[in-house]
């Protein structure tokens, strides 16, 4: 952030050029790339009992925690970079999970409990006479792979065309989001919606005619989640180096100037927003098959705000910081719900407070600060 | 207008996107006037800010408006830059560019061109990056993730930190800049976008002597190529800049001519001092 532009070279279509002066991204894909290699190795080469073995459940832990720091990219470039404070992007990451938990139902066909060849077994139970019309097409993967993206895509487009045109901003925005969330919520626990009500998709079989729970499946899937989030955190960075990233933090900095001098705020906020709605799209879909399950909880309320959470512990608006912050509270959070479970809501409440007041910069801009500080130390300035 | 047109309007406005010309057609000013402000009345909660303002400025002229607090002097700008729509009255820009048709942005882009009072420069952007988000041009967000600046666009900034004399500082942060250094950043990225009327509004307050200077040959400079209109209460000031002074009193136009014949003004000597 707040690097200049240069004359002459100016510009980000230079991708490369772009990364060879950008330290911080290149140790992120540094360890991205170690991690994308290392976690399937020491799972699938290691037999279980050695002692470089990493279990089943920790490589599906992380890989889990990759879907979320995608998620958690997405609510940095609308938040970090363009000033808007969504709390409902994990409504976003809960379809794009629903578009893949419904392909993953249809490709469990006949082996369903109660056995019917179409129907998932709850459609069965509800006595479902035939398939719905929003069930069509979700038996094919590329069907399924549009839907992640077009379904939470779409409904950001629809949303933030309505919010943003009529110049809902602020705190004003963030409650709407949250009421998006929740009313999503309310009908995904609706039996009669078709999408499974409170218990939500479950016992997937199959993803790409693999075994969804083989050791070389849950490898590529986490591997799989590593490219998704190398690719979404380029794409967000080649977004922020451009001319319309430097727009974006002119928006978030002082939105009617930035109109007055001729730009379509809405518009940009409008893309912005579909874009990292997207995002976390894909990250959802990511998540699902890892998790195995997908339920009307991920839409809980609560949710949207620990991502925000996440992004502000990490430090906003420099991407890395917000997969920083995403990994670092995931991590304590599933080790305090096994130590202290009832600890963990004042916990997350107490390190948000702490992090906005002794942190506004997050753990990224603490770690910047110091490393600055450090060099100044060893080089002396000579003016 | 046909239904598709609307539409397609419609769409651009929105998203944002399609096929726009690089620049706004040429304001049609072939009679020498650039604005005509035509009994423009504009009334919050039945107070009469601006009362039935008839004003007119002509190509390349630098005009001062001066005037009591209240006068409707912020009033007018808002009028001519969309931000506040009149009751009644019309306001044209050439002769053929209404401006109560337009929206802010369509009307920055038509060639008008603001400063504000308090500068506003994005503190936490470079100076050459302010200069960079106000150069005119295709501003949709397709355009500007995708391609770079022009070579054009490049000269022009490099002329315009000439101009405006902040070529060492190109590349600190504008929150940086001592208070005049920002008017004159925020008076570059008015030049940036090419503006044919140039709206300043008290470009000198809290300025030292030499900043005040400096802006006025700066302003001065500029008169010929754009047409300015300067609000500003500092009668040094008008007296050293201005040819044609504008005095506004409760809404409307109070008295007109050269700044002396505006000071011997009766009317102006009882509006300003008599109260």
């Not at chain 1, 077009?150 to 065309?161: I, Q």
């Not at chain 1, 992090?355 to 600060?369: A, D, E």
Request: with cysteine; glycine share 10%; net charge neutral.
């Amino acid at each position: 952030m707040g690097q200049s532009i240069t004359h002459g070279s100016g510009h980000s279509s230079d991708l490369l050029k772009m990364l060879s002066s950008d330290r911080s991204t290149q140790l992120f894909f540094a360890v991205l790339g170690a991690v994308a290699v290392l976690v399937p190795v020491l799972h699938l080469v290691f037999p279980p009992g050695s002692v470089l073995h990493l279990s089943t459940y920790t490589m599906t832990l992380i890989g889990k925690f990759l879907t979320y720091a995608l998620l958690a990219v997405a609510v940095d470039l609308v938040w970090g970079y363009c000033g808007i404070l969504s709390l409902g992007h994990a409504a976003f990451f809960a379809l794009g999970g629903y578009a893949m938990g419904m392909y993953l139902m249809r490709q469990i066909g006949p082996r369903g409990v109660y056995g019917d060849p179409i129907l998932p077994d709850f459609m069965v139970f509800l006595n479902y006479k035939e398939l719905p019309w929003f069930w069509q097409g979700f038996d094919m993967f590329w069907f399924a792979a549009l839907m992640v993206i077009l379904v939470p895509g779409l409904l950001a487009l629809a949303f933030g065309w309505l919010a943003f045109r009529s110049r809902v901003t602020g705190v004003y925005l963030s409650i709407i989001t949250q009421a998006l969330t929740y009313a999503l919520m309310l009908a995904f626990f609706r039996n009669d919606m078709g999408f499974g009500g409170n218990n939500g998709m479950t016992d997937f079989k199959d993803i790409l005619g693999f075994t969804i729970n083989t050791p070389a499946t849950r490898a590529t899937l986490f591997v799989a989640s590593a490219l998704a989030l190398a690719l979404g955190y380029l794409a967000c960075r080649y977004i922020t180096e451009s001319r319309a990233g430097r727009t974006l933090r002119a928006i978030r900095d002082a939105e009617s100037r930035t109109r007055f001098i001729g730009y379509r705020v809405e518009s940009y906020k409008l893309w912005i927003f579909a874009f990292s709605a997207v995002l976390a799209g894909i990250a959802g879909a990511l998540y699902v098959p890892q998790v195995g399950i997908i339920n009307p909880s991920e839409f809980q309320p609560i949710n949207s705000i620990e991502v925000v959470i996440w992004v502000a512990v990490g430090g906003r608006g420099t991407l890395y910081g917000a997969i920083a912050g995403a990994l670092l509270v995931n991590y304590a959070k599933s080790y305090l719900t096994t130590a202290v479970p009832e600890f963990w809501l004042y916990f997350l409440g107490l390190i948000f407070v702490l992090v906005t007041v002794f942190l506004p910069r997050g753990v990224m801009g603490l770690v910047t600060q110091l490393v600055r500080r450090r060099r100044d130390q060893q080089v002396p300035v000579i003016a | 207008m046909n239904a598709a047109t609307v539409l397609r309007q419609g769409w651009q406005k929105v998203f944002g996107t399609g096929a726009r010309s690089e620049r706004p057609p040429a304001v049609d000013a072939s009679h020498g006037t650039i604005l005509y402000l035509e009994d423009i009345t504009v009334s919050f909660d039945g107070f009469k800010a601006l009362n039935a303002l008839t004003l007119y400025i002509d190509v390349g002229e630098l005009r001062c408006i001066i005037g009591p607090n209240g006068a409707g002097k912020t009033t007018m700008m808002d009028v001519i830059t969309g931000k506040t729509r009149p009751d009644c009255g019309s306001a044209w820009f050439g002769q053929t560019t209404d401006l109560l048709m337009l929206t802010e942005p369509e009307i920055a882009e038509s060639g008008i061109g603001r400063k504000f009072q308090k500068p506003t420069v994005f503190e936490q952007h470079t100076v050459l990056e302010n200069l960079e988000l106000a150069a005119s041009g295709d501003k949709s967000i397709w355009r500007t993730i995708f391609t770079p600046l022009s070579a054009a666009q490049r000269t022009r900034i490099d002329q315009v930190l000439e101009t405006v004399q902040l070529q060492e500082r190109r590349a600190q942060l504008a929150g940086a800049l001592s208070h005049g250094q920002k008017q004159w950043l925020e008076i570059g990225m008015l030049l940036m976008q090419d503006p044919q009327l140039l709206l300043v509004d008290e470009p000198v307050a809290g300025m030292t002597p030499q900043e005040v200077e400096r802006t006025a040959e700066l302003l001065s400079s500029l008169a010929g190529k754009h047409s300015v209109v300067v609000v500003e209460h500092d009668m040094d000031f008008v007296r050293s800049i201005a040819k044609q002074v504008t005095v506004l009193h409760e809404g409307s136009v109070l008295a007109q001519g050269t700044i002396d014949e505006v000071q011997g003004n009766r009317k102006v000597a009882e509006v300003y001092l008599g109260e």
